[in-house]
Nanobody, 118 residues
Framework: QVQLVESGGGLVQPGESLRLSCATS????????MAWYRQAPGKERVLVAQ????????IYSGSVKGRFKISRDNVRNRMYLQMDRLTSEDTAVYYC???????????WGRGTQVTVSS
């Protein structure tokens, strides 16, 4: 059974940092490209960052490039998103899943809420 459990979100002030974690099980994590997505209130879920199987290649959306860093641990089947210099525009529920080029897992976690507000 596929499980994706996001954690690490919270309420922070603009300019602060957060580190999100994604714990996975039930599929071959190390063999799949992975990604972080986010969904802001009233908007569709969008791709934020993606990483290849070995962690040697990463791609970021323009709005987070230079501020966010995606990484993965294929031994622990976990993925991370370091988010620095957060702004109110980053407020959203963040989800982890396979990247858009992979066959869909057919399952999403509950996500983790990130709120950036002064």
């Amino acid at each position: 059974q596929v499980q994706l459990v996001e954690s690490g979100g919270g309420l922070v002030q603009p300019g602060e940092s957060l580190r999100l974690s994604c714990a996975t099980s039930g599929f071959n994590f190390a063999e799949l490209g992975m990604a972080w997505y986010r969904q802001a209130p009233g908007k569709e879920r969008v791709l934020v960052a993606q990483i290849n199987t070995r962690g040697s290649m990463t791609i970021y959306s323009g709005s987070v490039k230079g501020r966010f860093k995606i990484s993965r641990d294929n031994v622990r089947n976990r993925m991370y998103l370091q988010m620095d210099r957060l702004t109110s525009e980053d407020t959203a529920v963040y989800y982890c899943n396979v990247d858009p080029g992979e066959r869909p897992l057919g399952s999403w976690g509950r996500g983790t809420q990130v709120t950036v507000s002064s």
